[in-house]
């Protein structure tokens, strides 16, 4: 099955710096790699995804870039503000099957 | 609905009792997913269930846990003798497709578990 590795498991900037949390997955197969924000106390929400297909997707300042070939994905955040402060999940699908997420990363973003 | 429901909300249970948690999911969507997050934890996989084929169930901890997906739509979980290690936010989600043909899973809000 698939395995998500996601690093660093907390990560602590100041305002309007760059923050960026890495993961790497081992199912070859996989082809769909979704990044989920949960605020305290509520859901995970989707915040960006990017299929195999390509190797960047950028949404405002958030961005998600791919490498199949190191099978790793990252998550960049630029100009970090305090309602950024949330706990960032990585997950990768692998084949017919469920999606397998990465431990989380807790971002606090200092004003 | 306009999203993914569960319930209960909140449920403490003593040890050693069964119980059942409930999820709704999205109208029409195929796939529906169970996760379990600790404290501070991430979100482990429990079991998965996409149309009306066999499910996943290879993220289930132990025999005490099971899972049904009733025509297609409302899913419940049930762990049997509870043990104080099951305390957790258990979220469901579901998506339109399994991820490899489609996009956005939607969470719940989640049961939280206490064993007591």
């Known amino acids: 099955g698939e395995n998500v590795e996601q690093h660093p498991s907390t990560l602590s900037v100041q305002e309007g710096d760059s923050a960026v949390i890495k993961c790497t997955y081992s199912d070859s197969a996989s082809n769909y790699f979704p990044w989920y924000k949960q605020e305290l106390g509520k859901r995970p929400q989707l915040i960006i995804d990017i299929r195999s297909n390509v190797g960047e997707k950028k949404d405002q300042r958030i961005a998600v870039t791919l490498n199949k070939t190191a099978k790793h994905f990252s998550l960049h955040i630029t100009e970090t503000q305090p309602e950024d402060s949330a706990v960032y999940f990585c997950a990768a699908n692998s084949g017919y099957s469920t999606l397998t997420f990465g431990k989380g990363t807790m971002l606090l973003v200092s004003p | 609905g306009a999203g993914v429901s569960q319930s209960p909300s909140n449920k403490v249970t003593e040890k050693g009792k069964d119980v059942e948690l409930r999820c709704d999911p999205i109208s029409g969507h195929t796939a529906l997913y169970w996760y379990r997050q600790s404290l501070g934890q991430g979100l482990e996989f429990l079991i998965y269930f996409q149309g009306n084929s066999a499910p996943d169930k290879s993220g289930l901890p132990s025999d005490r846990f099971s899972a049904e997906r009733t025509g297609g739509s409302v899913s419940t979980l049930t762990i049997q003798r509870t043990q104080q290690e099951d305390s957790a936010v258990y979220l469901c989600?579901?998506?339109?497709?399994?991820?490899?043909?489609?996009?956005?899973?939607?969470f719940g809000q989640g049961t939280r578990l206490t064993v007591v």
């Open positions: 989600a579901s998506s339109l497709e399994s991820p490899s043909v489609n996009t956005e899973a939607f």
